[in-house]
Nanobody
């Protein structure tokens, strides 16, 4: 059974930093891409950043230069380092694993974490 477990969310002041972690567990063979999405109240769920198995990263324009995504393939873990946070960054952040091959799933699968709240406020 594949599961994505997130950690690191919370309350932070504007200009502060926060690091999110997401570990995929189960009988996993490989994961193509991992990423982070976010959704604010009344808004769509949007891409924040994604990273390929080879380490190629892509970012939304709104976070470019402030956020850094990374991954540890041996641990099946993806990270999001968030710096110079703004109130508009407040949202539920969701971890995603795309093209995940596992013993329990036929062919590649797409999996989501349960989401973690990030609130940027004074």
């Amino acid at each position: 059974q594949v599961q994505l477990v997130e950690s690191g969310g919370g309350l932070v002041q504007p200009g502060g930093s926060l690091r999110l972690s997401c570990a995929a567990s189960g009988s996993i063979f490989s994961i193509n891409a991992m990423g982070w999405y976010r959704q604010a109240p009344g808004k769509q769920r949007d891409l924040v950043a994604t990273i390929s198995s080879g380490g190629v990263a892509d970012y939304a324009d709104s976070v470019k230069g402030r956020f850094t995504i990374s991954r540890d393939n041996a641990k099946n873990t993806v990270y999001l380092q968030m710096s110079r946070l703004k109130p508009e960054d407040s949202a539920i952040y969701y971890c995603n694993a795309e093209g995940l091959y596992s013993r329990s799933h036929y062919g590649p699968g797409n999996f989501w974490g349960q989401g973690t709240q990030v609130t940027v406020s004074s």
